[in-house]
């Protein structure tokens, strides 16, 4: 398999896929590794990951760089990401223990009862390349803490960053008979769900998710996807400083290239103050520098997939001929390189493949409303539920708005970030179950209820 740098087209590596053999020979390893990783005391579990959280920043700047390289990321955001990473795995290593100790629930009773948490068993871990740290170590960290073995496919598009993670989870402590990276495209995806495996967790888009979960759900294990989203914001007319508003949704819309799964991909602004947002966010999305990912300036490098390309184009398109005025970009850049413009689509509505289809690119299309309920039927218009933000003066007024909205995570006077501590969760189209938070933490075990006479 070709390893592509898709700021220059250049070929980076080339890497050699697993066959179906081979993971089952990873399978078969990791069979007898569990069961011992299990028997290892819990604070020893936790100390291999707090030498891999010191490891991530011991080497962040070659991380950093392949993690350009491979998916484009400016670099600059792929430093963040490194951090971000660290900053969850820092929530697992203070959080796990209390999460996962033995609960008693009556003591005193002539019939005692405790739950215990166990681990799943083996776990799939099928990851996206849009943020491979923070996707992968929502998953890999509290898996590995439980005491799961994990077979780890890193997606096509960052399996560089999936070899390094592997390589200093190796160095950490963690046994090569627990943890295994599994190399390649969808074949190999394809290969983890015919085996019996204990439990799949998933990150990726909508297709592939509902495939993985109709695929095993006759295995009766548990099943996580976290999946894409068309995200709204909407800015009320009570803001008290609509640039800054304006920056902020931006930052939202364009950051990692627009390809977040949280990120803004539609914005609603009240008429009064439509034409001042429109203003500040079409000067300040041509001040946008767009280029080599490995300059620290750029913040806005190449999109990770080139069929992206077409796919934007087509949106940008559709939208101008049902009525989008485009303000700013529209174009791929020409010469090597998957590059796009970042683009501003004004005047934009719901028959717009822009505003219900996820671009997941540096596209985004802005629509006037007159009130709260137009907005919340705009917002609320879409097959998918990750999160939803509301800009205003007044939290009682936002909260009206924030009850609505069915998605995991809703924001006021902020937007496109994810906290350890909280559940991250998609509803309707965009996933099942939580990961990060407690819900995380118990999602890769589970309970075992005990009753004790005598
Ligand atoms: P994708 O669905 O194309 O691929 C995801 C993974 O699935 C890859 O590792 C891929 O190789 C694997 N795969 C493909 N076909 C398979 C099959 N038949 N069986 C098993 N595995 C298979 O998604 P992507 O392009 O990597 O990621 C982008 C999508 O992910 C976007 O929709 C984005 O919104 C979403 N995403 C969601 C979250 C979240 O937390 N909700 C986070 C990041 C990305």
Aim: a negative charge; aromatic letters at 10%.
């Amino acid at each position: 398999m070709q390893i592509i740098n898709p700021a220059t087209e250049e070929v980076i590596q080339e890497v050699a896929e697993d066959t179906p053999e081979t993971i089952q020979e990873k399978y078969q390893f990791l069979k007898e590794g569990q069961k011992q990783w299990a028997a290892v005391p819990l604070v020893q579990r936790i100390s291999a990951i707090e030498k891999f959280y010191a490891l991530l920043d011991e080497r962040k700047d070659e991380l950093a760089e392949t993690l350009t390289k491979e998916v484009g990321k400016p670099v600059q955001q792929s430093y963040n990401e490194i951090n971000g990473a660290r900053k969850r795995i820092e929530y697992f290593i203070k959080n796990s223990a209390k999460w996962l100790a033995e609960e008693w629930i009556t003591e005193e009773d002539a019939t005692r009862e405790k739950i215990v948490y166990e681990p799943l068993g083996i776990i799939a871990n099928i990851s996206a390349w849009n943020y491979p740290y923070l996707v992968g170590v929502n998953v890999f960290i509290p898996a590995l803490i439980g005491g799961n073995g994990v077979l780890y496919k890193p997606s096509e598009y960052s399996t560089l960053t999936g070899l390094h993670i592997q390589r200093l989870l190796y160095l950490s402590g963690i046994p090569e008979n627990v943890f295994s990276i599994v190399i390649g495209k969808g074949a190999a995806g394809q290969a983890l769900l015919d085996l019996p495996l204990d439990g799949y967790f998933f990150t990726g888009s909508y297709r592939t998710g509902k495939y993985i979960a109709e695929q095993t759900a006759g295995k009766l294990v548990p099943v996580q996807l976290e999946l894409g989203g068309k995200d709204p914001l909407y800015v009320m007319d009570d803001v008290e400083d609509v640039k800054a508003v304006a920056e902020a949704a931006l930052e939202g819309a364009v950051y990692n290239t627009g390809q977040s799964c949280c990120a803004v991909e539609r914005i609603y602004v009240q008429e009064k103050i439509y034409d001042a947002f429109v203003d500040t966010f079409v000067t300040e999305a041509k001040k946008l520098i767009t280029g080599n990912p490995l300059n620290r300036e750029t913040s806005i490098g190449p999109v990770s997939r080139k069929e992206q390309l077409p796919f934007l184009k087509e949106q940008v398109e559709d939208a101008r001929t049902r009525g989008g005025k485009i303000l700013s970009g529209g174009n791929s850049l020409p010469g090597k390189g998957y590059f796009f413009e970042p683009t501003v689509v004004v005047d934009a509505n719901h028959s717009m493949k822009l505003m219900t289809e996820e671009s997941f690119g540096p596209v985004i299309g802005i629509q006037k409303v007159k009130d709260d309920n137009e907005a919340v039927e705009l917002m609320k218009d879409t097959p998918y539920g990750l999160t939803a933000a509301v800009y205003s003066k007044s939290l009682e007024r936002a909260e009206k708005v924030m009850k609505q909205m069915d998605t995991g995570t809703v924001y006021w006077n902020c937007c496109d970030r994810v906290s350890a501590a909280l559940p991250w969760s998609g509803r309707k189209n965009s996933g099942l179950g939580a990961t990060l938070s407690y819900h995380g933490i118990r999602a890769f075990v589970q309970p075992k209820a005990y009753h004790l006479r005598g």
